[in-house]
């Protein structure tokens, strides 16, 4: 049970170039997202999507879009990356239940610099 | 007031010490708090849910205090295994969890 899988693993990028962070999980979960770590500032979240068809901003959305592909995969694109976005990413899934206390299960993570 | 506060630490305690954590909260509606523990450069992980009437698992005891929007950690004997980042984790109200900035604990032999 591989749980969730982010790729890449480690990245670096110019400024300006575009990538795009793939993540996807096989515990059937409802919601996904997607949470970027810098020192001293905790996990901050990006973008997430409640439900299959559903995406919506989090905290620090500029300068990302995400697409829900199907119930298994969420991906995060840099269209036009920054130094600033230098951070590790990371993904997570959860059973969004009614009157449920699930946890969020995470990924790795990936770890960009952007020079 | 940020969201989720907690002492960054970091705390340095010897094994077999007793180390507790604490943290608050600012939205009195929050419903659902958990302690996620981060070793370096690796994904946080669930440690554990914390209930209204407070609840142990082994070594470690998490307390809710709603009145007063206050979460604590302790943790007894405790092992070089320990050492670690302590995330102290609300649930937003989109399923989004909001996380504390974490409190370093290294335990010396």
New interface residues.
């Given amino acids: 049970n591989a749980g969730v899988t982010q790729t890449p693993k480690f990245q670096v990028l110019k400024t300006g170039q575009s990538m795009t962070l793939q993540c996807a999980q096989d515990m059937n979960h409802n919601?996904m997202?997607w949470?970027r770590q810098d020192p001293?500032?905790?996990?901050?979240?990006i973008y997430?999507s409640?439900s299959e068809g559903t995406t919506?901003k989090?905290e620090v959305p500029n300068g990302y879009n995400v697409s829900r592909l199907n119930k298994r995969e969420f991906s995060l694109r840099l269209e036009s990356a920054a130094p600033s976005q230098t951070s590790?990413y990371?993904c997570?899934s959860?059973e969004?239940r009614v009157y449920s206390?699930q946890?969020?299960?995470?990924?790795?993570?990936t770890r960009l610099s952007i020079l | 007031r940020k969201e989720v506060e907690q002492d960054p630490g970091p705390f340095n305690v010897p094994e077999g010490a007793t180390v507790a954590f604490n943290c608050t909260y600012s939205n009195s509606a929050s419903q659902s708090f958990f302690w996620y523990r981060q070793d370096c450069r690796k994904e946080p992980k669930l440690l554990m849910s914390v209930y209204s009437s407070g609840n142990e698992d082994g070594r470690f005891t998490a307390q809710l205090n709603r009145a007063s929007q206050y979460i604590s950690l302790l943790i007894r004997d405790s092992k070089l295994s320990d050492s670690a980042t302590y995330l102290c984790v609300v649930r937003g109200s989109q399923g989004n969890l909001i996380f504390g900035k974490g409190t370093k604990l290294s335990v010396k032999p």
Avoid: E, I, K, T
């Avoid at chain 1, 001293?40 to 979240?45: H, Q």
């Avoid at chain 1, 946890?103 to 993570?109: T, V």
């Fill in positions: 919601s997202y949470y001293g500032m905790g996990l901050r979240l997430y409640a919506d989090g590790v990371f997570a959860r969004n206390n946890p969020q299960h995470f990924g790795d993570g």
